[in-house]
């Protein structure tokens, strides 16, 4: 149990389909993230929130949609999507290294599994 | 970034040690060297880090080469719970907002055998 949580923990979709997936974090950090881990390939880093604002995009499509309402908790809205976009999305926590002057530890949740038909 | 190079797999036998070895030739004076773990059906976990002097805790010990160019996460006795992929991560400077940052190579598939 690392203190993040995600859910739902599987998800089968259409590519007409709108869904979200929700992350929330017990651990008081300031700083959230969304990561895709396809099959045969390492994490991707998506989106990064730091005290509910976005702070890094990395070049992800528009059918990916973050949201971050406040510092616990994280969404990731998915529409219209393809698939090859079926993966592993972690979502991890920690408190923004750019605010601080140490290195931090990112604490993942344990995925949501999705699959696009 | 500065990349790192790992075996794509390691055995070891239940209770022995192991030693997991990475090779950052063109690590910056400034990178910190991570190391998570991803057991399966799980998202990764944090290990262990440092900068140049070998770490301990209660998971394993870091062991840094004098030139930094290598390191080698220790697990002093393994376990079959201690069967996953383990990723050697370099972080860029704090103040620059890169070490947001944790880029993920292919990892060590580490293999226990009882």
């Known amino acids: 149990e690392t203190g993040v949580t995600q859910t739902p923990r599987h998800l089968v979709m259409g590519m007409t389909n709108k869904k979200s997936l929700k992350c929330e974090q017990h651990?008081?950090?300031?700083?959230m993230y969304w990561y895709k881990q396809s099959a045969k390939k390492p994490l991707e880093l998506m989106f990064v929130?730091?005290?509910?604002?976005?702070?890094e995009n990395n070049s992800v499509p528009s059918r990916f949609s973050p949201e971050c309402p406040n510092s616990s908790h994280l969404f990731l809205h998915l529409h219209t999507l393809q698939p090859e976009d079926s993966a592993l999305y972690l979502c991890?926590?920690?408190?923004?290294?750019?605010?601080?002057?140490?290195?931090?530890?990112?604490?993942f949740g344990p995925g949501t599994r999705l699959t696009v038909l | 970034d500065a990349k790192t190079t790992q075996p794509n797999s390691m055995e070891s036998n239940e209770e022995e040690p192991v030693h997991l070895p990475c090779n950052h030739s063109?690590?910056?004076?400034?990178?910190?060297i991570h190391w998570y773990r991803q057991l399966p059906s799980q998202g990764p976990e944090y290990v262990i880090h440092?900068?140049?002097s070998n770490v301990n805790n209660r998971m394993a010990s870091l062991a840094i080469a004098e030139d930094r160019k290598s390191s080698t996460l220790i697990l002093h006795r393994a376990t079959l719970r201690d069967a996953a992929v383990y990723y050697c991560?370099?972080?860029?400077?704090?103040?620059?907002?890169?070490?947001?940052?944790?880029?993920f190579g292919s990892g060590t598939q580490l293999t226990v055998l009882p």
């Open positions: 440092g900068l140049t």
């Open positions: 991560i370099l972080r860029g400077p704090i103040s620059s907002g890169s070490a947001r940052q944790l880029t």
């Open positions: 929130y730091s005290l509910e604002e976005r702070v």
């Open positions: 991890a926590s920690s408190q923004d290294p750019g605010l601080a002057d140490y290195t931090d530890t990112q604490y």
């Open positions: 063109t690590i910056s004076g400034t990178d910190y």
């Open positions: 651990l008081g950090h300031n700083a």
